[in-house]
């Protein structure tokens, strides 16, 4: 048990180091003129996803006006029909989020409930 723990927290770590050696390797160069393929990108987000979930508004700043300034310096030269997708995505994952929650909810109700009845029952 404990050794396959370990196999998978080391498997965790050495994907996580391979996405951020991806990420700096192409990050070597001066920032103006470096282009993140969107794929590396992507994974070291997935990759540090437990980090970041929670911190966003942490991470983007740490006051209403930072948060503003970091979105216009990522959000700048994206065009309005990019915005749009990126928009209809968040609002979309936000449903998703909603409804996750309330079927988890839902299924702790339930399964309450069950258990409230046998007692009963019995």
Do not use: C, K, W
Not at 7 to 25: F, P
Not at 102 to 121: C, N
């Amino acid at each position: 048990m404990v050794r396959t723990s370990l196999g998978i927290g080391a498997a965790l770590v050495e994907s996580a180091g391979q996405a951020v050696v991806d990420l700096v390797g192409l990050t070597v160069v001066t920032p103006g003129i470096v282009d993140i393929p969107p794929r590396p990108l992507r994974r070291v987000l997935i990759v540090f996803r437990s980090s970041i979930q929670g911190r966003i508004p942490e991470i983007l700043g740490d006051d209403e006006e930072e948060r503003i300034e970091t979105l216009v310096a990522l959000l700048d030269g994206t065009s309005e029909d990019d915005l749009n997708v990126l928009l209809a995505g968040a609002l979309e994952a936000l449903r998703r989020l909603e409804a996750d929650e309330r079927s988890r909810v839902s299924h702790r109700d339930g399964s309450g409930r069950r258990r409230r009845e046998r007692r009963r029952s019995a």
